[in-house]
């Protein structure tokens, strides 16, 4: 585990992001999943409007979110719990490169790491953001990944971010 938020460290500098992280990680033994149902977001309710849940069990080739906090509500303009990610996010950008590093998280039963600058566009909103996010597969069983529990931030920034869209070893 010290490795993996080591990971996290080197790829971000967001301390709110690195601090979800290390408190998903104090969650599980070492080799195993994280069962969300067991994960105590109270214990850190100051990070809670920038998490989110996505439902593995009843999606099919999109992600449906379960859970989302007020921030990522609040970035796409609407509720997006029940919803699909890529069906809301009609920016410039595509969401598909995310949404296929999220399966491959899922199936590598591996955490990952996303950051992009956005232009997203929708009947809703229209706005140019940076987008952060880690996320982590989760098991109630130990073998079959049946949630997702993430942590996302947008935040405006000065200059060219180049993007990185990776799993963490």
């Known amino acids: 585990m010290t490795l993996v938020i080591d990971t996290i460290k080197l790829l971000s500098r967001n301390p709110k992001l690195v601090e979800f992280s290390s408190f998903i990680l104090s969650q599980f033994e070492a080799g195993a999943l994280p069962d969300y149902r067991n994960i105590n977001l109270m214990e850190i309710p100051h990070l809670v409007p920038h998490v989110f849940a996505l439902d593995v069990l009843n999606s099919s ?13 609040e970035f796409y303009g609407t509720n997006m719990t029940g919803k699909s990610i890529v069906d809301r996010y009609k920016g410039e950008e595509r969401f598909d490169e995310v949404e296929a590093i999220f399966w491959q ?3 590598a039963q591996k955490p990952s790491y ?3 600058s956005v232009h997203l566009e ?4 229209d706005k140019f953001k940076v987008a952060e996010t880690v996320m982590f597969p989760c098991s109630s069983d130990g073998a079959t990944v049946n949630y997702t529990i993430g942590f996302a931030d947008f935040y405006n920034t000065p200059s060219h971010l180049e993007p990185c869209i990776t799993l963490i070893e």
């Not at 080739?61 to 509500?73: A, N, Q, R, S, W």
């Open 61 to 73: 080739e999109k992600l449906i979110v379960k859970y989302c906090g007020t921030k990522i509500d």
């Open 105 to 107: 998280s899922i199936h």
């Open 114 to 116: 996303t950051v992009r």
């Open 122 to 125: 929708n009947e809703y909103v």
